[in-house]
């Protein structure tokens, strides 16, 4: 049975578990989420038991149906031992105030994912896109008075260029605003422009990185061909950004993927995984199973150990930049 390991989230002192569970397909938006509620609780219970303490949702996931979901799932856990995070931005309605970055959207929805969640508290909250309409000063005011009133322990950001996570950094040094201690991009063997944009800056900054999509929706599976359609019922069938991996770079990059999992007596998805886990700035890659044998598969990365040249050899198809096209 593969054992957890664990590390800290940036510079920290915050134990996080080396995978995240990733909760974006916990809900009924989209065909292919899981549609399920009990069997969602289900896997989160199995996520726990095998040593996942570090959970991530947001609060446009199914429009407030994956934290509710999360929160049905934690409700018989220890508090104590959970690490969730959840996101802010995006449009909870239609209607002014109804989504951005805002003194009072922010609050509202920190409010709002606590009811769902079914918690006095998230561990990480952290911004979900950049919002241009909002002064970052605005915003990360509202985020420290919600370190500050104990809604939230930690702050962190997601997608968006290293000019602004740079300026967002430098006025919380000079507002004396809490401070992002985390980012969490798009970062894959397939999906490396962020070694070109905020990588460079989590590095010289001491963020902590929670890589999104590490298996680029499926694609570093090994389930889809060259030459064949996506099947029905799979996120390459319903998605153009899973089909927009289709390219003869990035099959090159799995080819070299199937081969070290041939060497290695593992998973596509493994080694994929386990790629991630050797670099040197990626804290959690965020794992989004939908079934016991995914959550398995993924959980058994923890025992792929690649050699350098495996590393190097992964890489080589790809030349990393940004912006990526």
């Known amino acids: 049975m593969t054992e957890m390991r664990y590390t800290t989230l940036g510079r920290t002192g915050l134990d996080v578990s080396r995978l995240c569970l990733g909760c974006m397909n916990f809900g009924s938006e989209q065909p292919w989420m899981m549609n399920d509620r009990d069997a969602s609780v289900d896997l989160v219970h199995e996520a726990l038991d095998a040593g996942i303490n570090f959970l991530d949702t947001a609060n446009v996931y199914s429009t407030g149906e994956s934290e509710e979901i999360v929160g049905e799932a934690v409700a018989s856990a220890n508090r104590d031992d959970l690490v969730l995070a959840t996101k802010v931005y995006g449009d909870m309605r239609e209607a002014p105030n109804g989504g951005g970055l805002s003194r009072k959207h922010i609050i509202d929805q920190c409010e709002a994912s606590l009811d769902r969640l079914g918690v006095d508290y998230v561990d990480l909250y952290q911004l979900h896109r950049w919002d241009e309409n909002t002064p970052i000063e605005e915003t990360l005011a509202a985020l420290s008075y919600l370190v500050e009133s104990g809604r939230v322990r930690y702050i962190g950001a997601s997608t968006m260029s290293a000019y602004r996570l740079t300026k967002a950094l430098y006025t919380s040094d000079v507002e004396d605003c809490s401070r992002f201690v985390c980012i969490q991009p798009e970062y894959s063997a397939v999906a490396r422009h962020e070694e070109e944009n905020m990588l460079h800056v989590a590095e010289g900054e001491g963020l902590g990185v929670i890589p999104w999509s590490p298996l680029a929706g499926g694609f570093l ?75 398995d598969d993924d959980l058994g990365a923890l025992d792929v150990s690649l050699t350098e040249e495996q590393v190097l050899r992964i890489a080589a198809p790809k030349q990393p930049r940004y912006p990526e096209s």
């Open 221 to 295: 599976t090994g389930k889809y061909e060259r030459e064949a359609d996506p099947a029905d019922g799979t996120r390459g069938a319903a998605s153009e950004s899973v089909r927009s991996y289709f390219t003869d770079e990035n099959w090159a990059v799995l080819d070299a993927i199937r081969t070290v999992a041939d060497e290695e007596d593992a998973t596509p998805a493994q080694v994929a995984l386990a790629w991630l886990l050797h670099q040197e700035t990626v804290t959690a890659p965020i794992i989004g199973p939908k079934t016991s044998e995914q959550l």
